[in-house]
């Protein structure tokens, strides 16, 4: 007769649910290819997610229109991303859980008192520092309950851009102060998940990974998932065999982007954008927005929504710059990826301190 | 003109010859390689072909090329598996595909066999067990 113990293991949820030893090896190699991981480590994650007790998560939702949530459970069939996320004990989640008011509160302190120490906290959206009260629930203020709710927890997940860097509601003008968690929270350790949304797969893989090894995986400089970060859309992209060769579509309906020609011209921000758009795709490997013939917009970076249009190249400056910008197309468009990284840079900079830019400040190198 | 009086033209996103990206080759010789270790060294591998950038015309001329051999294997388990060997002894192909007939995984996997297709041990005494059930029910 199984215990408790192991009624909550993995291994046996599956077999619960009719999935027998094969399949659970199928869902661990699926895991494995999401992970990066050497195929080789399927058969170990396999052992280790046998014994892993269901964790504890609670799900905090901030500044944000909750597409990270929508994104992750918006799946069309029992996917390896709907696996792992009805494998957890997701304790609080105020759109997906079935209580309310105080009981839904109520469960939340339970979790936290329950699994002090060990429940990996969740926190989708930004949170506002010009005023406390322009986002709050149940009255109390998103930095009040975040502070409160990251003290005992064993990890914190910033999901979405808005978490990991402010995203929208931290655009220009910023009206609230929007900070990312980890502006805020400086003594876990934290993990960033940005997109707008992220891949589900990305969620679930650090899930997944966290379960499997008890600890995050290897991160970034932005503290986010070199598995899923670590490339470039450039670096990947099906389409860079078109860049290499200087084949360009002009417009959106012209010959060039009928023949699926680099999107470049057109705003495509893939060069600078760290994300796995361009390999794991979207909608169940369906397509990716390059694939579908629309530039990357770059929406895993910080301040993206501030980096000039969506419908800018890269290398073409924005406002002030666009005499410099001139001679950066003149020199090359392979000097304009790098052109375009200084000038992300630049223009940050100098937005945020009015200064003037010259055509000799600029560095070639990125 | 207006934009109702617009022809809307819709063409499929052409990948012939001339937009083809030329991974296949290196892509061989990377199997090539790991067909070559495995059997001076026993080292097995296993390629993503999702994770390669390849076009979708390119995947499907990749497995063209490599053809099916004699084996040819169905898993049923949290939706179809297709797996086979190749026309090349020790290159086998593996389809992982969802209960919506979605493809999870692909992977080019160059071993004697897979290890998914291997019996696991762990369920033999369970298979014992059902066994003995049948046979004392067979003989009432």
Redesign the interface.
Known sequence: MPTQDTQDRLSHILKSNG?????F???C??LT?LL?LH??M??KIAESLEKVQRPSVIWLHFQECTGCSESLTRS?????ESLIFDYISLDYHETLMAAAGNAAEKAMHEAMEAHKGKYLLVVEGSIPMGNPGYSTVAGESNLHVLEKVAADAAAIISVGTCASFGGLPHANPNPTGAVSVSDIIKNKPIINIPGCPPIPVAITGVLAHYLTFNRLPKLDSLSRPETFYANTIHD???R??FYDRGLFAESFDDEGA???WCLYKLGCKGPTTYNAC??VKWN??TSWPVEAGHGCLGCSEPNFWDAGGFYQALSIPSGNYKKAGASAIAAGLAAGVAVGLANKHKKAHAVKQHDDVSVDDWSEKS | MTAASIPLVFSPLAFSQKSSTNHIYSLLVEIKHALENFHQQGIKQSIDLLATPLSAFERKRLLGLLGKGEVDINLTSLGKSEIYETNYNGIWFINHKDEDNQVLTQLIEITQIPDIVLSPIKDIPESTKKLQTLIENEVK
Not at chain 1, 19 to 23: I, P, Y
């Open positions: 999935v027998s030893r094969r399949g090896i199928k869902y190699s699926t290819s990066a195929p080789s399927a058969m069309h069939a029992p996917t390896i990947r992209c099906y860079r065999t009928k023949k699926g361009a390999t169940d490997k």
